[in-house]
């Protein structure tokens, strides 16, 4: 009994001994071939035996096999030891460092490198809540980067991302894709060619061109930018550019707050408007996707194409101020100023991101708030009003030319029924029998007694009755108000303008000029405190210059000009754009050279007074004049001008210096070319590496090949850790 005794210890010592040969070796300090000290690795096994490798031996371990080296433990069914340096596991092989899991059939660890090469059918990894499935992984245990290639899949939560190849950083909860690179969640897709993911944040970064489509459809893309899921906010911080249903942004920093709809742009900013063919550019700016509402500034610029080519070419209107804002109107004028309150959106990061976004534009928007509503207020009433008085003149012109037919008694019974407001409104008397004939006068100007007065006033009112000038149009989808504010200018080729605000309604394609404002057309200057233009196809067909006592004027050399003032100024013009006729109600005076058209020599001097006065004007001359009203006048040769006749009139300024250009008002900006069909060109992800992996995986699962594992290292793998760790 005591020799068997005996004998039995003896092996138990040798197999004790065995078993922890290799940890006592690997516990030897070596050093690298650069000089960087190694950490042993320790090994525990149920059995341990030797084998011949090569000119050496080596160790077989089967049995519960741990390995823990820098913090990292592997486990497996068995192991082959070559050295200390280098061993192969096999069988149901787990890494596990910290909360990473790294699963597959078999694994050839290198101490020196401390590089774990795992293979399997598929590789895969976990880390908290993010797995990834692959084909070849290298992970290294001491600074904890896993390298993987030959396509893999990632997916945490709702995203998933793959790639050619990549690799994952445990410490930061990080994974990079590299190489043909797809993302999605629920509620975008991604293309890139590298991706930095953070899963513990959710945030996507990019270095590369990267092009994303949302599934609302709208496209971003960008060289270098970010998203954050759990915010919904993309930042662009590269060549950005934004294409929605009807607009196209570039800038060059872009942040969108996906969940207020807001999006912020800085530097080189350029929206385009597809619906109202128009582009306007700032170095920085906002607009509010919900409402359609937008702001820029520094150095904004405005340029509508809707008569040209689209790039600037054509009859295009330039316009600049120090800010403009684009506000959207509904179908009954009002404006849509605000934005749903962040109270009712559901998340709180949606109340949170709001509160941040109304704090960044609070004061920009606090500068304008009350001149914009005012602005909005009065051009709804004054276009209204105009609209009204138009009617009006319109059918007192009626009424004139037709009192003298023989329906007179019936034509009056009509008038009878109008309005009584109507009727309690002033009348133009035309007194048309204290006008001298213009050959008596020896003007170069048409008979002013040929004309009949009703034909004036026809003319001031073209197709008013056809055409409703406030009736918003909808037929181009959303109508909209601009408004510029500070140091307005406007460039069109038949017409230029400044003023101190101006406001555009995209509905009756009508604009309001505000404050010192000039407006320049061929030859003729007309200043006023307002201006009101009505266009059609762009063009303008009639002006109406009021308030600040209007004066129009036009050049005739460096010290004379022709000069026409009265309390409002209205200029009509032909399609061409070409001024034809202007009327000036109410005291109206006029400095007028007239000129002999077969040398352009100055034959006379008219100072003319009246209660108004029509221009009738051809080839860019008057052709002539229509008084209204006991027109009091002065006809003096050019050499018997009295000294103290006026040639100038007390408010004349010749502005000439300040007529805007379109390369003035353009400056260094340059209109990108639409992108669209490029875009929409482009293919969407498909995701070919998830749908092939997530193919083989199941067929692996369903043919007992492989495990989709999942599992945790042992608890004598644990305990053995606890014992060795602190060594």
């Known amino acids: 009994m005591k020799t068997q005794s005996k004998i039995l210890l003896l092996l138990s010592l040798a ?67 070559y050295s200390e340096r280098e061993m192969s596991c096999f069988g149901n092989v787990i890494i596990k460092k910290d909360d990473t899991y790294i699963y597959g059939d078999r694994a050839e660890y290198s101490r020196d490198n401390a590089e774990a090469r795992v293979f399997s059918p598929l590789v895969k990894v976990l880390n908290k809540d993010a797995t990834l499935y692959t084909y070849n992984l290298v992970f290294n245990t001491a600074d904890n980067i896993g390298h993987f290639y030959g396509g893999g899949t990632f997916s945490n939560g709702a995203n998933t991302m793959e790639s050619e190849k990549g690799y994952f950083y445990a410490d930061l909860d990080e994974l990079v894709g590299v190489d043909r690179v797809e993302m999605k969640n629920e509620t975008y897709q991604m293309k890139s060619d590298s991706v930095n993911y953070n899963s513990e944040m959710e945030v996507a970064k990019y270095f590369t061109r990267s092009v994303t489509w949302k599934n609302d459809g709208e496209i971003l893309a960008s060289d270098n930018g970010e998203y954050h899921n759990k915010e919904q906010r993309y930042i662009f911080r590269s060549n950005a550019y934004v294409m929605g249903e009807n607009q196209e942004m570039w800038a060059d920093t872009v942040d969108y707050h996906e969940l207020v709809q807001f999006i912020e742009l800085k530097h080189n900013a350029q929206i385009r408007d597809e619906e109202h063919k128009s582009v306007i550019f700032g170095h920085y700016g906002n607009y509010d996707d919900s409402t359609g509402d937008t702001f820029l500034t520094q150095m904004p610029a405005y340029m509508s194409f809707a008569d040209s080519d689209g790039n600037g070419t054509g009859d295009t209107v330039y316009m600049r101020s120090d800010s403009m804002y684009v506000y959207l109107i509904d179908s009954l004028g009002y404006c849509t100023l605000t934005r749903p309150d962040s109270a009712t959106l559901a998340e709180e990061l949606a109340a949170k991101a709001q509160a941040i976004i109304d704090k960044r534009i609070a004061d920009s ?183 600040g006592n209007p004066l129009m004027s036009s050049e005739i050399d460096a010290t004379r000009y022709n000069q026409v003032a009265g309390k409002t100024i209205e200029s009509l013009f032909d399609q061409d754009g070409v001024m034809y006729l202007t009327n000036v109600v109410g005291n109206a005076q006029t400095y007028y050279y007239m000129v002999d058209d077969s040398d352009g020599a100055l034959t006379g001097y008219l100072v003319a007074e009246a209660a108004d006065m029509t221009f009738f004007i051809e080839n860019n001359t008057v052709d002539g004049i229509m008084y209204r009203g006991n027109p009091v006048y002065s006809i003096y040769p050019m050499d018997k001008i009295p000294a103290d006749q006026p040639q100038i009139m007390p408010n004349f300024v010749w502005y000439i210096e300040k007529k805007p250009t379109a390369e003035e008002i353009m400056g260094e900006w340059i209109v990108n070319p639409s992108e669209r069909d490029r875009y929409m060109a482009m293919k969407r992800p498909q995701f070919p590496i998830t749908y092939s992996i997530e193919r083989h995986r199941e067929s692996l699962v369903a043919g007992g090949s492989w495990a989709d594992r999942d599992d945790d290292i042992s608890d004598l793998a644990k305990d053995f850790i606890e014992r060795v760790k602190d060594k």
């Open 15 to 81: 197999l004790t001994l065995g078993a922890s040969l290799a940890t006592l070796q690997a516990q030897e300090k070596r050093r690298n071939a650069e000089g960087k000290e190694l950490t042993p690795v320790d090994i525990k096994s149920r059995r341990t035996r030797p084998v011949p490798v090569g000119d050496t031996t080596g160790y077989a371990l089967t049995g519960d096999v741990v390995l823990y080296h820098n913090g990292a433990v592997i486990t497996c069914d068995s192991m082959v030891r």
């Open 365 to 547: 928007m606090a500068v304008v708030k009350a001149a914009r509503d005012k602005f909005v207020a009065d051009s709804i009433a004054t276009a209204a009003a105009e609209q009204r008085k138009q009617l009006i003149d319109s059918l007192e012109g009626w009424k004139r030319q037709h009192t003298a037919e023989p329906q007179e008694d019936s034509l009056r019974a009509l008038w009878g029924r109008v309005d009584s407001t109507l009727l309690a409104l002033t009348k133009p008397q035309v007194d048309s029998t204290a006008m001298a004939s213009a050959d008596s006068l020896a003007l170069p100007m048409r008979d002013s007694l040929a004309m009949s007065p009703t034909d004036s006033l026809a003319a001031t009112t073209p197709d008013l009755l056809a055409t409703d000038s406030i009736a918003p149009n909808n037929s181009n989808g959303r109508n909209r108000i601009m408004l510029g504010l500070r140091n307005v200018k406007v460039f069109r080729t038949d017409f230029q303008g400044i003023c101190d605000s101006m406001l555009m309604f995209s509905a009756d394609s009508t604009a309001q000029l505000h404050k010192n404002s000039v407006m320049w057309n061929e030859l003729n200057q007309i200043a006023s405190e307002r201006a009101d233009v009505y266009t059609r196809n762009q063009k303008p067909y009639r002006v109406l210059f009021s308030e």
